[in-house]
C-alpha cells in the first residue's frame, strides 16, 4: 500500500521559509515522479513542482520558480520542498503526489495516482 506523508507545514511571517518533507512508502519509487501541489481556499488545486526520482529532473510553476527548490533523498525515501522568501499568496495546503514509472514531471493533478493528506502553510503579512 502506496504512502505519502507530509509534514513541516506552519506558520512563518512573509520574507520567511520552511521546508515540507513527503515521506514515501509501500513502492518502488526509482522510476517514478513525485509532485508538490497547493490549494488555498475557494481555489483550485494547482501544481507547485516535481521531481523525477531517477535523475532528479525538475520543473516548477512560474509563481514559485527561484523561490522554491525540490530536492530528493533516495535513502529516507523523501522529497523535499524548501520554501524561500514566502509571501501570503504562498498560504495554502500543501499536498505531494506520485506517479509510477515516469520520466518526466508531470503537471496535472489527473496524472498523479497517489496522494498525501496535505499540510497547512500559512505566511502572514
Known amino acids: 500500500q502506496v504512502q505519502l506523508v507530509e509534514s513541516g507545514g506552519g506558520l512563518v511571517q512573509t520574507g520567511g521559509s520552511l521546508r515540507l518533507s513527503c515521506a514515501a512508502s509501500g513502492h518502488t519509487f526509482s522510476t517514478s515522479a513525485m509532485g508538490w501541489f497547493r490549494q488555498a481556499p475557494g481555489k483550485e488545486r494547482e501544481f507547485v513542482g516535481g521531481?523525477?526520482?531517477?535523475?532528479?529532473?525538475?520543473l516548477y510553476a512560474d509563481s514559485v520558480k527561484g523561490r522554491f527548490t525540490i530536492s530528493r533523498d533516495s535513502v529516507k525515501v523523501t522529497v523535499y520542498l524548501q520554501m524561500n522568501s514566502l509571501k501570503p499568496e504562498d498560504s495554502a495546503v500543501y499536498y505531494c503526489?506520485?506517479?509510477?514509472?515516469?520520466?518526466?514531471?508531470?503537471?496535472?493533478?489527473?496524472?498523479?495516482?497517489?496522494w498525501g493528506q496535505g499540510t497547512q502553510v500559512t505566511v502572514s503579512s
Open positions: 503526489a506520485a506517479k509510477s514509472s515516469e520520466t518526466y514531471v508531470p503537471s496535472f493533478e489527473y496524472e498523479y495516482s497517489y
Open positions: 521531481v523525477t526520482w531517477s535523475i532528479g529532473s525538475t
